[in-house]
Nanobody, 124 residues
């Protein structure tokens, strides 16, 4: 059973920072991680992710320059550093892992395993 255990998140004022962590219970070969978010009444949307070979990172336009995805292979953990947070970033954030090499990295349908989700609330 694969588990993705998330931590971090919480309440922060606009302009503040948070870091999300996602610990993966086993080592994958040929996989890619991603972060998604879902605001109330909205569909789950891609936030950031790695390419399947790990050589590239991708971000949705609204977070470019503010969010950074990274990983610590020794800890089998992926992170999402979020700076200059805005009220519009308020959502439940999910980490996910996919084995598909598809370039449609932004589609949640391609991801096989998901974390439990963590709430991020940004006050104005």
């Amino acid at each position: 059973q694969v588990q993705l255990e998330q931590s971090g998140g919480g309440l922060v004022q606009a302009g503040g920072s948070l870091r999300l962590s996602c610990a993966v219970s086993r080592i994958f070969h040929n996989y890619a991680e991603g972060w998604f978010r879902q605001a109330p009444g909205k569909e789950r949307e891609f936030v950031a992710g790695f390419s399947w070979n790990g050589g590239d990172t991708y971000y949705t336009d609204s977070v470019k320059g503010r969010f950074t995805i990274s990983r610590d292979n020794a800890k089998n953990t992926v992170y999402l550093q979020m700076n200059s947070l805005e009220p519009e970033d308020t959502a439940v954030y999910y980490c996910a892992v996919r084995s598909s090499p598809s370039t449609n990295y932004y589609s949640p349908l391609l991801y096989d395993y998901w974390g439990q989700g963590t709430q991020v609330t940004v006050s104005s």
